[in-house]
Structure formats: structure tokens, C-alpha cells
């Protein structure tokens, strides 16, 4: 892997991201609605340069990325 390239649990993240945000429009609350899409963007950039990364999150955010994962 070069310097250049993200790590597959990385590319995991960035997947959840992408099906967090498509999972946002069926959100009748809109604060449930906004939390996803800024979530799931934050989640797309884990692994690139000068992105987010795991610790970026706080520990309500990474729960809620958890209970994501665990309902899909």
C-alpha cells in the first residue's frame, strides 16, 4: 500500500458514509435528517489527506455511526 492509497477498514467507513447520507432522505426529523448527511460526509473523506479520521468523531457520533452499522 503507498502513501497514496486508504486501508480497507478506511474504504469501509467511506461506504457507511455514502449509504448513511442515501439513508437520510427516508428521515421524517429533521435533525435525525441533517446529523446523517453531516455524519455520512465526514465519513466519506476518513483516509484522505488532511480528511477526517475515527478520532475526529466524538463519542455520540461514533455511537451513532455503530447503531448504523448494526441496523444495516
Do not use: H, P
Not at 6 to 30: F, P
Not at 42 to 64: A, E, H, I, P, Y
Amino acid at each position: 500500500m503507498t502513501n497514496y492509497e486508504i486501508s480497507e477498514a478506511d474504504r469501509r467507513l467511506t461506504d457507511v458514509g455514502r449509504s448513511m447520507m442515501d439513508a437520510a432522505v427516508t428521515q421524517q426529523d429533521d435533525e435525525v435528517f441533517n446529523k446523517m448527511c453531516r455524519i455520512g460526509d465526514d465519513l466519506t473523506r476518513v483516509g484522505s489527506l488532511f480528511g477526517t479520521s475515527w478520532n475526529s468523531f466524538n463519542d455520540d457520533d461514533k455511537q451513532f455511526i455503530l447503531n448504523f452499522i448494526e441496523e444495516q
